[in-house]
C-alpha cells in the first residue's frame, strides 16, 4: 500500500542478517536492494540494520511527482475531482486562457500537448477513446478513493504505455482497522445575492443547487490476507434559469 513503511529483510544460517527499514513503494515504481551477507561466528547472531534512504535505489527511469492520500484530501477542491489537483504539479504548464479547462488545447505537460497524456487507474487506461479531451477519466475520481496520483513528465519505462506523459492513480485498499469517511458539499447559489441589473429589471436570480456526497469503508476480511474497500460516490443538482424572450407589440 502506498505510504506505509516496511522492513525487508534476508537471513542465512551461518551469516549475518541484514534488513532495510523504512521502504516505501509508490504506483510503478521499482525499488532494488542488494543484499551482501557477511559470515558469522558459529555463536553469534547480528543483525545488521541499515537506513532506506542510504540504500535505496529506484530502477525506474520515468520522471515525475506524487501525491500521496494525505495530500489529496488536505489541499482544496472545488469539483471533488482529484483530476483537478494536476494543475498544481511540477510539469504542468496552464491553457492561455486561464478561464478555460484544465485540459485545454493549449496547456502543456513538461513541453508537450496535454492531448498527449494517458491517464490510468489501477493500471487500465481510463481515457476516452473517442475524444481528446487531455487529462480526464471516464468516471469522476473521488479523492476518498485514490490511495496515491503519480504524474509522470518523461516516461521511459515500457510499462508506462501510450502517451508521451501519464497520470497513474492508485485506488485505496483496506487493511487490519475499520475506518470510514463521509462528506457531504452544499453549492447553493440562494445564498448569493442578486445582480444589480437584476435588481433594476425586477428579475431573478439563475438558481443553481448542487449536493455531493460520498461515503466509504474498509475494513479486514482475513486478517493480514484479504481486505475490502468500498466507496459510494453521488451528485444531486437542480437549476432555474431565466429566459428572455421577445414581446410584440400588438401593432407587431
Known amino acids: 500500500q502506498p505510504g506505509k513503511s516496511y522492513t ?19 504506483a510503478a515504481q521499482q525499488v532494488r536492494q542488494n543484499f551482501t551477507l557477511q559470515v558469522a561466528a558459529v555463536s553469534s547472531a547480528v543483525d545488521v540494520q541499515v537506513a532506506s ?14 501525491l500521496p492520500d494525505y495530500k489529496v484530501q488536505s489541499l482544496p477542491l472545488v469539483g471533488n475531482n482529484v483530476l483537478d489537483l494536476i494543475n498544481i504539479m511540477i510539469g504542468y504548464q496552464g491553457p492561455d486562457n486561464p478561464n ?9 505537460l513538461a513541453g508537450l500537448p496535454i492531448m498527449s497524456v494517458n491517464t490510468t487507474l ?13 487529462i480526464n477519466s471516464a468516471t469522476r475520481v473521488n479523492p476518498d ?33 475499520f475506518t470510514g469517511s463521509a462528506m457531504w458539499n452544499v453549492q ?3 445564498l448569493n445575492a442578486n445582480t444589480w441589473n437584476n435588481n433594476r429589471t425586477g428579475a431573478t436570480l439563475d438558481w443553481i443547487n448542487q449536493q455531493q456526497f460520498s461515503g466509504s469503508y474498509s475494513g479486514p476480511i482475513v486478517r493480514n490476507k484479504t481486505f475490502f474497500f468500498a466507496l459510494y460516490d453521488g451528485q444531486r443538482m437542480n437549476s432555474r434559469t431565466n429566459v428572455e424572450a421577445p414581446v410584440l407589440t400588438a401593432e407587431a
Open 8 to 26: 525487508v529483510s534476508a537471513e542465512l544460517p551461518g551469516f549475518q542478517s541484514k534488513a532495510y527499514k523504512d521502504l516505501e513503494l509508490g
Open 188 to 190: 447553493n447559489s440562494a
Open 122 to 134: 489501477d493500471g487500465l487506461s481510463v481515457q476516452d477513446g473517442r475524444y481528446n479531451l487531455g
Open 53 to 66: 534512504d542510504s540504500a535505496l535505489t529506484a530502477s525506474g527511469a520515468s520522471v515525475g511527482a506524487v
Open 100 to 108: 478555460t479547462s484544465a485540459s485545454a488545447p493549449s496547456a502543456s
Open 145 to 177: 478513493l485514490v490511495g496515491e496520483i503519480r504524474l509522470i513528465v518523461a516516461p521511459v519505462d515500457a510499462e508506462t504505455g501510450r502517451g508521451s506523459g501519464q497520470v497513474q492513480i492508485l485506488t485505496k485498499s483496506g487493511s487490519n482497522k
